[in-house]
Nanobody, 122 residues
Framework: VQLQASGGGLVQAGGSLRISCAASGRTISTYGMGWFRQAPGKEREFVAA????????FYADSVKGRFTISRDNAKNTVYLQMNSLKPEDTAAYYCVGNRYGLYGSAVDFDSWGQGTLVTVSS
């Protein structure tokens, strides 16, 4: 499966942004999906993950209560709604998938898309 993230941009602190991940090549309905991010000069970190049917989600402590991951399997798309954004949320955000339906911070995601850059100004 090919994953393409989009929707990144520049937003002020306290603002909101929704980024999307469009999948192609095969259906993601059997995939566990997630988002990672990498800030300049920092290691890549887990952000959020969602089960195959969207009924279960998992978040990093740093974004819990502010970010919401969701999916629309009919559209083969995953979303990340980001609210109350902080400058420390500035990063390239990557959409990821696991073909076995696994999801979570320690899962070995085997599909990675290109990142979309989110910049939060103070």
């Amino acid at each position: 499966v090919q994953l393409q993230a989009s929707g990144g941009g520049l937003v002020q602190a306290g603002g909101s942004l929704r980024i999307s991940c469009a999948a192609s090549g095969r259906t993601i309905s059997t995939y566990g999906m997630g988002w990672f991010r990498q800030a300049p000069g920092k290691e890549r970190e887990f952000v959020a993950a969602i089960s195959r049917n969207g009924g279960s989600t998992f978040y990093a402590d740093s974004v819990k209560g502010r970010f919401t991951i969701s999916r629309d399997n009919a559209k083969n798309t995953v979303y990340l709604q980001m609210n109350s954004l902080k400058p420390e949320d500035t990063a390239a955000y990557y959409c990821v998938g696991n073909r076995y339906g696994l999801y979570g911070s320690a899962v070995d995601f085997d599909s990675w898309g290109q990142g979309t850059l989110v910049t939060v100004s103070s």
